[in-house]
């Protein structure tokens, strides 16, 4: 992902191992998984589809069935 910045370099994340760490030291700067996108891509050079394999999917909202009267 590009950085609006092309002059600021950037560690880059390929390697899953490397990016696991760098997720795990992001945890508690990140409020939410928007967050941590956003200071993944701002910090490093990273490939979206292994942020995307290594961010925890979200549960989605149950859906209550009207019940029968």
């Known amino acids: 992902m ?3 910045d ?3 370099t950037r560690p880059t994340l390929t390697h ?6 760098a997720v795990d030291g992001l945890k508690g700067e ?3 998984p928007a967050e941590m ?3 993944l891509t701002d910090n490093y050079i990273v490939d979206l589809d292994a942020v995307a394999a290594l961010m925890p999917i979200p549960e989605p909202e149950p859906v209550w069935l ?3 009267g």
């Open 2 to 4: 590009l950085h609006s």
């Open 6 to 8: 092309p002059l600021l």
């Open 16 to 21: 899953t191992g490397l990016l696991a760490r």
């Open 30 to 32: 990140a409020a939410s």
């Open 37 to 39: 996108w956003r200071l």
């Open 66 to 68: 009207a019940a029968r």
